[in-house]
């Protein structure tokens, strides 16, 4: 009788073991090297959709057309921590950087942007910056952007 329990018991177990997978969310498809890098250097911090976490990280959706639309905003996004220090050569950057404006922004990106160089990144990456909500906060407002620091 216990071991027909067991068997039972096992059975159940392995159906739904069998069954998680319909219950898992669906992979994420990588559509580009860009995608893969930001997903292993960047979305540890900015997570997924790019939100970041309130207080602590601050969301990219908002602000990066804004600051890819200035020379002071562009040269402050190669030069916050994460970026300035990451591993990624300067093309990797440019392409995660171009590929994150482009899928994480929740405001349209004017047809005049102009994408992130490997040459403009080497120009501005070092040394990193050290005053970073000081200094974005000065460049949203400069930009007279309503986005909440």
């Known amino acids: 009788m216990k071991r ?6 096992g059975f159940g177990v392995a159906c739904v073991c069998m069954a998680m997978p319909l219950w898992a969310e669906p992979p994420v498809v990588l559509t580009s090297a860009a995608q893969a890098n930001y997903m292993l250097n960047c979305m540890g911090c900015h997570l997924p959709d790019g939100s970041g976490a309130p207080g602590k990280v601050p969301s990219v959706r908002d602000s990066l057309v804004t600051l890819s639309s200035s020379a002071a905003g562009r040269r402050f996004l190669l030069q916050v921590p994460g970026a300035s220090q990451s591993p990624l050569t300067d093309l990797e950057l440019a392409q995660v950087l171009n ?13 005049d942007f102009m994408d992130f160089t490997a040459a403009e990144v080497a120009s501005y990456r070092r040394p990193p910056l050290v005053t970073v909500r000081e200094t974005r906060a000065r460049l949203l407002e400069a930009a007279a952007d309503p986005v909440t620091r």
């Open 4 to 9: 027909g329990a067991a068997y039972v018991a």
């Open 99 to 111: 590929w994150m404006v482009r899928n994480l922004s929740a405001r349209a990106v004017p047809a």
